[in-house]
């Protein structure tokens, strides 16, 4: 009996080591550093309207405080014709689109001249200035139209660039403002103020 014991626990033993050296082959391959990094969407503004450059990223100075444009803009009259632009730029490294919007903030009539009243105008106050509805403006992107009509037409709406603004690249936004020799005396004496914002968001 304990003989067929030990023959039956040496049997045992045995599948176990036999069991114990069988294994699959394997290879391991490891990558090691992984680095996921967000890219950036910085848009920069050309607050110079001659020769020169000067990007800047916040806080753009209105119209008025340009010394170049100062004259023409604060004087205007039928027949004048404005013509500039403003540079932007994507200083990040993510393709953009560029949206330009104008609001219209106040278009008040500032007293009634003689004038102004021989053409008709009988409104005065806030509000009720008739400059917004008479400035044309002509906006284009790198030379594509993109609005024609008046400020007030245009005021409250995104205008979105013709193409995309990739990383590191420059671009502008082209502008002409006038006021047709028709309009006549009823916008003597009117202020028109707005306000201009200039977007950049992740292309799709």
């Known amino acids: 009996m304990k003989k067929i014991l030990f023959a039956i626990m040496a049997c045992v033993l045995c599948i176990g080591l036999v069991g114990g050296a069988f294994a699959y082959f394997d290879d391991t391959e490891t990558s090691t550093g992984n ?7 910085d848009l920069k503004v050309d607050t110079d309207p001659g020769p020169g450059v000067t990007w800047s990223d916040g806080g753009l100075p209105n119209l008025n405080s340009i010394s170049e444009l100062n004259a023409m803009i604060n ?8 013509s500039g632009n403003f540079g932007i730029k994507n200083d990040g490294t993510i393709e953009g689109v560029a949206d330009f919007k104008v609001t ?8 009634l001249t003689e004038p102004e009243q021989t053409d008709g105008d009988g409104t005065d106050g806030a509000g009720n200035g008739d400059l917004c509805a008479n400035i044309d403006v002509v906006l284009n992107y790198n ?31 082209e502008y002409t403002i006038s006021i047709a020799t028709g309009v006549g005396n009823v916008i003597q004496s009117d202020t028109c103020t707005f306000d201009i914002e200039f977007s950049l968001t992740q292309a799709s």
Request: hydrophobic residues 40%; aromatic residues 8%.
């Open 104 to 111: 219209v903030t106040a278009n008040d009539d500032n007293g």
């Open 75 to 82: 004087n205007m009259a039928p027949g004048d014709s404005i």
């Open 143 to 173: 030379g594509t139209l993109v609005y024609s009509g008046t400020l007030l037409g245009m005021s409250g709406t995104n205008y979105t660039a013709a193409s995309n603004l990739a990383g590191g690249a420059t671009a502008s936004w």
């Open 35 to 41: 680095l996921f990094t967000a890219g950036t969407l």
